[in-house]
């Protein structure tokens, strides 16, 4: 009988718990489709045409774009010859931050984390940068530094180098709470510093993941350095702006810079999902 009843009681716990979390659940539900309907009513009321009244006109654009640039397809070629320089700088504006942000994030990561932190006091400092890089949007930091600096790709760099610091400092550190100390131990020793104990005893170790966290972060980049073009920093999005600002009459011009961004971020996606693939088959054999 005494085992019945503690069976009963578990079961009873473990059915409470259950409609415990499932009244979280859907209480966090209704909230997230309250804030999310809020925030679509406040934006329709405020744009300077309403969602609605302009969702038609989507079609209009893109039939027009389709149009112009079915009937200029012989000229498509050549279009795309020539926007690929600018393709270039927006694939070299990502491959330079996220070189950097890796940089960066490396360190801010071996000073962020726990058991290995140079200045075990300054953790909370560093953490604290890492995040408020992170939460500072690319087009914000870019804005700033057009401002003070002028257009061109140098500002494009920097704001994504900064974003892709924090958040690569986040990722990074989380790996490496995970990393073995014995390496990091056996060198201390034998009289090893510090930096020589994070390169050999650590990034050994979880040089793999951060590898694919960089992959992804660049894919990620290429995305954004596209995006910033559109405020004047530079690539192939500042010629796409342009294009479409023209409006008819360079909307060919427009289809064929879609079709060269479009291929280069499949294409680079592909392959740093390959890259990332093989890195993790790597790891686990």
Same mark, same amino acid.
């Not at 990034?203 to 793999?208: D, E, M, R, Y």
């Given at each position: 009988?005494?085992?019945?009843?503690?069976?009963?009681?578990?079961?009873?716990?473990?059915?409470?718990?259950?409609?415990?979390?499932?009244?979280?659940?859907?209480?966090?539900?209704?909230?997230?489709?309250?804030?999310?309907?809020?925030?679509?009513? %406040?934006?329709?009321?405020?744009?300077?045409?309403?969602?609605?009244?302009?969702?038609?006109?989507?079609?209009?654009?893109?039939?027009?774009?389709?149009?112009?640039?079915?009937?200029?397809?012989?000229?498509?070629?050549?279009?795309?010859?020539?926007?690929?320089?600018?393709?270039?700088?927006?694939?070299?504006?990502?491959?330079?931050?996220?070189?950097?942000?890796?940089?960066?994030?490396?360190?801010?990561?071996?000073?962020?984390?726990?058991?290995?932190?140079?200045?075990?006091?300054? %953790?909370?400092?560093?953490?604290?940068?890492?995040?408020?890089?992170?939460?500072?949007?690319?087009?914000? %930091?870019?804005?700033?530094?057009?401002?003070?600096?002028?257009?061109?790709?140098?500002?494009?760099?920097?704001?994504?180098? %900064?974003?892709?610091?924090?958040?690569?400092?986040?990722?990074?550190?989380?790996?490496?709470?995970?990393?073995?100390?014995?390496?990091?131990?056996?060198?201390?020793?034998?009289?090893?510093?510090?930096?020589?104990?994070?390169?050999?005893?650590?990034?050994?170790?979880?040089?793999?993941?951060?590898?694919?966290?960089?992959?992804?972060?660049?894919?990620?980049?290429?995305?954004?350095?596209?995006?910033?073009?559109?405020?004047?920093?530079?690539?192939?999005?500042?010629?796409?702006?342009?294009?479409?600002?023209?409006?008819?009459?360079?909307?060919?011009?427009?289809?064929?810079?879609?079709?060269?961004?479009?291929?280069?971020?499949?294409?680079?996606?592909?392959?740093?999902?390959?890259?990332?693939?093989?890195?993790?088959?790597?790891?686990?054999?």
């Amino acid at each position: 009988m005494h085992a019945h009843g503690e069976i009963g009681r578990i079961q009873a716990s473990y059915m409470a718990e259950v409609r415990r979390k499932r009244l979280y659940g859907g209480l966090t539900l209704l909230l997230f489709t309250v804030l999310m309907v809020a925030g679509f009513v %406040i934006v329709d009321e405020r744009s300077a045409g309403g969602f609605w009244d302009g969702l038609h006109r989507l079609d209009d654009y893109m039939s027009e774009v389709v149009a112009e640039a079915w009937q200029r397809r012989a000229e498509l070629p050549g279009l795309i010859a020539k926007y690929f320089p600018a393709l270039v700088e927006t694939v070299n504006i990502a491959a330079v931050s996220t070189l950097l942000g890796v940089l960066g994030g490396l360190v801010l990561s071996l000073l962020s984390t726990r058991r290995l932190a140079r200045w075990p006091r300054l %953790i909370p400092l560093f953490r604290r940068l890492s995040d408020i890089m992170r939460a500072l949007p690319e087009i914000v %930091i870019a804005l700033m530094l057009i401002f003070v600096m002028g257009g061109g790709p140098v500002p494009a760099v920097i704001a994504i180098a %900064i974003h892709t610091a924090g958040a690569l400092g986040k990722l990074f550190s989380e790996v490496a709470e995970n990393a073995d100390l014995k390496p990091v131990e056996g060198l201390a020793s034998t009289g090893a510093n510090w930096s020589q104990q994070m390169i050999l005893g650590v990034l050994s170790q979880v040089a793999p993941n951060y590898i694919s966290y960089g992959l992804l972060r660049f894919e990620i980049n290429v995305r954004a350095s596209a995006i910033l073009g559109f405020v004047g920093a530079g690539g192939i999005g500042y010629e796409l702006r342009n294009a479409m600002s023209w409006g008819p009459g360079r909307f060919a011009e427009a289809a064929a810079i879609f079709v060269l961004l479009f291929g280069t971020i499949v294409f680079f996606d592909q392959l740093s999902s390959r890259m990332r693939n093989r890195l993790t088959e790597g790891e686990g054999q």
